[in-house]
């Protein structure tokens, strides 16, 4: 009886701590109008054919252009949201990575403290954008999931999913004097830890879609068309199985839709809001 006790005490504060790392943001509603125009720009930003690549020494000085107006937006938005929070630096490394052959654009941290965030853009990606637009809108993605603190939250997750399904394995096998207990656990909770890094993974992008249409508006840029981007016609892996943007950033036309949505509702309410407290 204290065995199972201890089981379902410990599948429920796994419960609430995966419940912990939801979104912080609400999404901006769609309407059916929005939706439509979302549906026919995603089609049209689809159909278009292969771009000719800037020059590198054009996509570096644009990418030097565009870092100077939203850095400062970014990082004072992180500071004003995340204000309180014990370990958080708004300070980030923006940079090229220029091994990845690939077109791409990530944030991570550089240290395992997560005290030097980073956001970092391939050359091809730097080269394949067609104006400021497009590389301001990536950057304020970018910026959303250091806001959302998405990387922190994912970690809990896989903890919080591990947890869930070991308890229920244990609590499944207790009565089964022939189970082999331990792998059988082993197995459960990495089989959780997996699903559980994975379970917002759709609402952290479109969460940090909505902080970076919020970012490149106030940065002076235009989300909408940046956020054309996403639509890109591409494939999600390269010949040599690197994810590509479009790998790492599914496009879909939800995505336009919520950054549509998201423009509007910044010019009606002035911003963006936060759901309630729990």
Not at 48 to 58: E, I
Not at 140 to 167: D, S
Not at 176 to 189: E, F, K, L, R
Request: net charge neutral; with cysteine.
């Amino acid at each position: 009886m204290p065995a199972r006790f201890a089981l379902r005490a410990c599948a429920l504060a796994a419960t609430l701590m995966l419940a912990a790392c939801g979104t912080t943001y609400q999404l901006a509603d769609i309407d059916p109008d929005t939706s439509g125009r979302a549906s026919a720009m995603f089609q049209a930003a689809a159909s278009q054919g292969v771009r000719k690549p800037a020059s590198d020494a054009a996509a570096r000085a644009r990418f030097a252009r565009v870092v100077a107006r939203i850095r400062p937006v970014a990082e004072g938005l992180c500071r004003q949201e995340l204000a309180g929070r014990r370990n958080v630096t708004c300070g980030v490394d923006v940079g090229v990575d220029t091994k990845m052959k690939v077109r791409n654009a990530y944030f991570t941290y550089a240290d395992p403290a997560k005290q030097r965030p980073m956001v970092m853009v391939t050359v091809p990606l730097l080269r394949d954008v067609a104006n400021e637009d497009e590389l301001a809108f990536v950057l304020g993605h970018e910026y959303g999931h250091l806001i959302g603190q998405h990387i922190q939250k994912g970690e809990q997750q896989a903890v919080a999913g591990a947890l869930i399904m070991g308890a229920i394995a244990a609590a499944a096998t207790a009565d089964n004097p022939y189970a082999n207990h331990d792998q059988i656990i082993s197995d459960s909770m990495n089989i959780g830890g997996a699903l559980g890094g994975r379970a917002f993974s759709q609402t952290y992008e479109l969460e940090s879609d909505t902080l970076g249409t919020l970012i490149t508006r106030q940065a002076g840029y235009d989300p909408v068309k940046g956020a054309r981007y996403f639509a890109r016609p591409a494939e999600a892996k390269s010949v040599n199985g690197e994810l590509s943007f479009w790998g790492t950033h599914p496009p879909d036309e939800v995505r336009l839709a919520t950054v549509m949505a998201t423009v509007a509702q910044i010019e009606t309410q002035g911003g963006i809001g936060r759901k309630a407290a729990p």
